[in-house]
């Protein structure tokens, strides 16, 4: 008994009637989407990451010249009701050749001391760290960070002290990169700030 080949008509798939056939071509868009997505997020989230800080690079210490320290303490005209105490007040200088650019508001809390002063120097921003650096802990201050200010460029320099009244307190000094203005002169801002931390 012969068995007859199938036809060529009939050896293809059957469809039944009202079911149309998926076609992997639109199949194998969704991975390709998601992907593309993907990379879109990557992309972005490497250009702007979450909480990105201005990176730093802390200055060498130097050997300090040329700056003289102004000797009327920095906050001699912020004391209020005797807070600072004198030793912590009479603990904080600038350097003599600055210029005093204002006070800056710090949202501190209202119940305890916290200002901030602005100056510009002529001196470059590694000069003044290596002179603040020094002095600070010359003053009686306990250096306990040195890094990159939150939000912005430069060097911060934080420091604690005991005050005399039983507390206490902080000063922060931030110096900002040197500028250099369209005629090449060189101008470094910086600030400090001295507040009230905890009692002892």
């Given at each position: 008994m012969s068995v007859s080949?199938?036809?060529?008509?009939?050896?293809?798939?059957?469809?039944?009637?009202?079911v149309h056939p998926t076609s992997l071509k639109w199949a194998a868009i969704v991975p390709i989407s998601a992907g593309v997505v993907l990379g879109l997020f990557i992309a972005l989230n490497s250009l702007f990451?979450?909480?990105?800080?201005?990176?730093?690079?802390?200055?060498?210490?130097?050997?300090?010249?040329?700056?003289?320290?102004?000797?009327?303490?920095a906050f001699t005209h912020y004391v209020?009701?005797?807070?600072?105490?004198?030793?912590?007040?009479?603990?904080?200088?600038?350097?003599?050749?600055?210029?005093?650019?204002?006070?800056?508001?710090?949202?501190?809390?209202?119940?305890?001391?916290?200002?901030?002063?602005?100056?510009?120097?002529?001196?470059?921003?590694?000069?003044?760290?290596?002179?603040?650096?020094?002095?600070?802990?010359?003053q009686g201050w306990k250096i306990f960070s040195v890094s990159a200010p939150t939000g912005s460029t430069g060097v911060e320099i934080l420091a604690q002290k005991a005050g005399d009244d039983g507390f206490y307190w902080e000063e922060g000094v931030v110096i900002h990169p040197t500028r250099f203005s369209s005629s090449n002169v060189q101008s470094t801002s910086f600030s400090v700030r001295l507040y009230q931390a905890a009692a002892e």
């Open positions: 080949s199938p036809s060529t008509a009939s050896s293809k798939l059957q469809v039944p009637a009202g990451p979450a909480g990105k800080q201005s990176l730093t690079v802390i200055p060498k210490i130097e050997p300090i010249t040329g700056l003289h320290t102004n000797m009327v303490p209020v009701n005797g807070i600072p105490p004198a030793n912590i007040v009479n603990s904080v200088f600038v350097p003599l050749e600055t210029t005093f650019a204002g006070e800056i508001y710090t949202g501190g809390q209202a119940s305890s001391y916290d200002r901030r002063l602005r100056y510009t120097s002529p001196r470059a921003e590694g000069a003044l760290y290596s002179y603040f650096h020094a002095l600070i802990t010359s």
